[in-house]
C-alpha cells in the first residue's frame, strides 16, 4: 500500500544517496506532446533539504525534460527511484523543475556552493526539482539486480570531444553539439537556449528526431490547453445576467401586453 508525505524524510535521504540509477519522466502540455522517461545513472545527484532534490543533467542525444520544463505553466517533474536489492521499495517524487544551464550565474553559484560536485565535460545543466509530494509503494514485482559498475562511454566520449575542441578543432565544441542535436524537443519545443544561441549564430541545422506524419519541425509545437476564464470575464457574465433579471422584472409586463397574441395567451406567457 502506498504512503505520501509532503517531503523526504531522513531515512528516504538516506536511502535515495545510496541508489546508483534513478528515472525521470516528464510530458508536454498538449495531449498531443510525447511523454518522455529518461534512466539517470552514476553519483550525480543530491539532496539539498527536505522539498529541494537536484541531479547533474548529462548531454546526450535528446533534451526533452529541459523543453518540458521551459514551456510556460509547465515544469512539472517526477523522479523514481526502485529498489533492486534489499527490501523491496519504489519511491517517487513529484514536483516542478528548474533548470540551471551550464555557463549561467545560476549555473556557477549552484556548483560553487557545492564543492563535492564532481563536474564533467558533458555537464550540460543541474536540474533542480521543487518537491510537493513523496511517495513510496510495495515494488514487490520489481526484479533483484546487482550492481557492477557504472558505463564509462559517455564521460570519456565528452571527454574526448573536449580533448580534441582544446586542441584547435572548433567543430567539436559543446555548443555546436547542443545546437545540433539539444535545441529542440521531438515535438519542437525549444531546448538549451545556448544550443538555440549557437544554431542561430553559427547557422547550424538541427537533427530531425522524430519520422513519419508525426516528425515535427523546430519551432512547431502549439500548446493546446483548454479554454479557460478570467476572473473579469465570469464577473461580466454575473452582472449581464442580472442586468437582464432586472429589465424583464420591470418592463416584462409591458412587453407581453404588445405581443400581437390573444389575451388568453399573453396569460400563459406571463405566467411562465
Not at 58 to 65: A, D, Q, Y
Not at 232 to 258: M, Q, R, Y
Amino acid at each position: 500500500m502506498g504512503v505520501f508525505y509532503e517531503y523526504l524524510s531522513p531515512s528516504l535521504t538516506a536511502w535515495i544517496l545510496e541508489q546508483h540509477i534513478f528515472w525521470v519522466a516528464s510530458a508536454p502540455l498538449s495531449g498531443s506532446g510525447h511523454v518522455n522517461v529518461s534512466p539517470k545513472g552514476g553519483k550525480y545527484f543530491g539532496v539539498d533539504d527536505k522539498k529541494t532534490f537536484w541531479y547533474q543533467d548529462l548531454t546526450g542525444s535528446g533534451n526533452e525534460t529541459i523543453s518540458h520544463i521551459h514551456e510556460p505553466g509547465n515544469g512539472r517533474i517526477v523522479i523514481l527511484f526502485n529498489a533492486f536489492i534489499g527490501p523491496p521499495k519504489i519511491v517517487r517524487l513529484w514536483g516542478h523543475g528548474r533548470v540551471l544551464e551550464n555557463g549561467s550565474p545560476e549555473f556557477e553559484a549552484f556548483t560553487k556552493s557545492h564543492a563535492d560536485i564532481d563536474l564533467i565535460p558533458g555537464t550540460r545543466s543541474i536540474i533542480m526539482v521543487d518537491i510537493h509530494q513523496v511517495g513510496t509503494s510495495c515494488g514487490f514485482s520489481v526484479p533483484y539486480y546487482d550492481f557492477k559498475e557504472y558505463r564509462p562511454i559517455l564521460n570519456d566520449f565528452f571527454a574526448n570531444k573536449e580533448k580534441k575542441f582544446k586542441a584547435g578543432n572548433a567543430s567539436e565544441s559543446m555548443d555546436r553539439y547542443w545546437a545540433y542535436k539539444n535545441a529542440w524537443s521531438m515535438d519542437g519545443m525549444p531546448g538549451m537556449k545556448r544550443g538555440l544561441a549557437a544554431g542561430e549564430a553559427e547557422k547550424v541545422v538541427p537533427i530531425k528526431k522524430m519520422v513519419g506524419p508525426l516528425a515535427a519541425s523546430p519551432g512547431q509545437y502549439k500548446t493546446s490547453s483548454p479554454r479557460s476564464f478570467s476572473l473579469e470575464h465570469i464577473l461580466l457574465v454575473a452582472l449581464t445576467c442580472f442586468v437582464l433579471g432586472v429589465l424583464s422584472a420591470l418592463h416584462g409586463p409591458d412587453l407581453v401586453k404588445n405581443l400581437p397574441i390573444g389575451t388568453q395567451q399573453r396569460q400563459v406567457l406571463w405566467r411562465r
